[in-house]
């Protein structure tokens, strides 16, 4: 039995050791351990029950928020009957308290000092570690959490009352946690504090211990019977009822043998306790030590499992970070570039997918090459398809276009000057949904590199911090010329637009809409951009000048519709030309170029580990040294 709890106590040193609590964010061993976590309102009863079980006044008392951290108590029972009692704490190592009254006021002082640093916080999840010797105390590991309360009561912050019960949910909701449910029998128990977070985190009732204190001040003529026989709030690891000492036995120092004497006759002494086995804090002690050996055996082997596989990955994590870097130049050298070319290969495969024609230079994963995909299938067209071009071909605009273009002297036939003016300002339209597409792949593409840095091949570039700066920048060097390079070429081809409109297409028109029309020749087919056939339409139940008007306005839009159709086609294919193929065959040559020429002082620059890579090894090595010193302690019991 002892060597079962002080296997326990042991992991939970390694764990303190860690800085592994239940509050924090990533666990490695705490959670795993079966610990017995006691939960209660303030003024329940709390330090007293645990007082009891130690024989030993020693917890701060008090009114309000006296217990205000966590406190892990493990309690090592000594063969030696001659053997003096002490304690020892966590944070003062090497140093025993045998004057239990000093044991009280280095709690107070540690929990002053500790809430210090924190800012100014009345309680802290961080908890403190006494380790108590004594050939009166059953091996038992407790964690006696801070009382919980409804109402902040004077000088208290309005948010305690959360922070409390924040604190000991923390503690309580792992699946190794048994808790011990305080609650005082002379309160109505449907409004126990410990009760209600008990049946939060463990509906069951499968890791749930109740314990009844104050059963002695209970209303004369009631007594707490049928909640020990299991009749009444039924716990399937039942409920034990004690009697503490009250206020009066504290101020006038009667001891603990003599408390323990005047529960017994209690319980004795009352027909409602006299057959019962389930009362008094002897039968507690040994229940609770009982019930923890029996649950740690269970948890064994999982516990064994765990720890396997966390020394496995903690090993393949510092595998995965590699050794302290060194060597001559050339070793140097060699790594520097082999870590470049990682980053292109990873950089072109996340471009790069296995499609065929135009969707092979782009496909790629969901994060990389298809949101290039997307910008030309989804986003350049929408942008484009939602441009204004109808308040440019309204008859009104159209009139005053073509009347601005004749100029003091009108047109005879087609107002030449007004389409190309119309045209001109419908292209110009154009302009920035091309644009934006050029600089929505640059953003892409510069997010691939930080992908490309991210993938397990690449890992070892985030422990050398110039390294990894060196080439973000390089990269984004490269990328902006490509930038500028694929923006000139998009430039280029909207401009080409602008600057020679097609007579073809008017020819086409004014043959089609002739009655002299070759008959057995098919009409050509014009669409405007809201997709009508142009030669379908009927200007006869229009007025005179507004069919003219309108002829003028849907010949426009069916030529901006050409030129729509065909930028949507050239410009993915110039940015795909001038910005994502070389960026795969050229995004970091200029810093490979670079690195050959370098000095090995300039090379040893560049693979200077960050601290926080250093730190980051420092603090896996340490993980691993303790949990594998946890697997030779379980290897040793077993």
Known sequence: MERVVGLVNKLQQIASALGDTAASENSVLWNKLT?????????????????????????????????????????????????????????????????????????????????????????????????????????????????????????????????????????????????????PANADLATSDALRMARDVDPSGDRTIGVLTKVDIMDRGTDCRDVLQGKTLKLKHGWVAVVNRGQADLNSKVSMKDARSREKDFFLGQPAYADLANVGTTYLAEKLSTHLIGEIMKNLPSMVTYIDSSIKKLQDELSSLGGDVGGSRGSMLYLILTMIQKVERAFERIVQGARTSFRKNVQGGADGGDKILDVFDLKLKEAIAKLPFNRILTLKNVQMVVNEADGYQPHIIAPENGYRRLIEDGLALLRDPAFAAVEQVHQIMKNIVTLALATPECRDVARFFNLKSELIAHASTQLEKLRKDSDTMVRTLVDMEASYLSATFFREIVAAESYAYDPSRPRPVFTTL?????????????????????????????????????????????????????????????????????????????????????????????????????????????
């Open 35 to 183: 610990t017995i976590v006691v939960i209660g309102g303030q003024s329940s009863g709390k330090s007293s029950v645990l007082e009891a079980v130690v024989g030993r006044d020693f917890l701060p008392r008090g009114t309000g928020i006296v217990t205000r951290r966590p406190l892990v108590l493990q309690l090592v029972k000594v063969d030696d009957l001659k053997a003096l009692d002490f304690g020892e704490f966590a944070h003062a190592p090497g140093r025993r308290f045998s004057n239990f009254d000093d044991i009280t006021r280095e709690i107070e002082v540690e929990t002053e000092r500790h809430l210090a640093k924190t800012g100014g916080k009345v309680v802290s999840a961080d908890p403190i570690y006494l380790t108590v010797h004594s050939v009166n105390v059953p091996n038992l590991t407790l964690v006696d959490m801070p009382g919980l309360t409804k109402v902040p009561i004077d000088g208290q912050p309005a948010s305690i009352v959360q922070e409390l019960d924040d604190m000991a949910r923390m503690y309580v909701k792992g699946d190794n946690a048994i808790i011990l449910a305080v609650s």
């Open 530 to 638: 809201n997709g009508e056939n142009l030669f379908e339409k009927r200007y006869d139940n229009l007025p005179a000048g507004d069919a003219h008007l309108q002829r003028i306005s849907d010949h426009v839009s069916a030529y901006l519709q050409i030129v729509r159709n065909q930028l949507l086609a050239t410009v993915p294919k110039a940015i795909v030309h001038c910005m994502v193929v070389p960026a795969k065959a050229t995004l970091l040559a200029a810093m490979l170029e670079e690195v050959v020429g370098k000095e090995e002082v300039m090379l040893r620059r560049l693979i200077n580990e960050s601290e926080e890579v250093a730190k980051h090894r420092d603090d896996l090595r340490k993980r691993l040294v303790l949990l594998q010193k946890a697997q030779k302690e379980i290897t040793a019991f077993i």
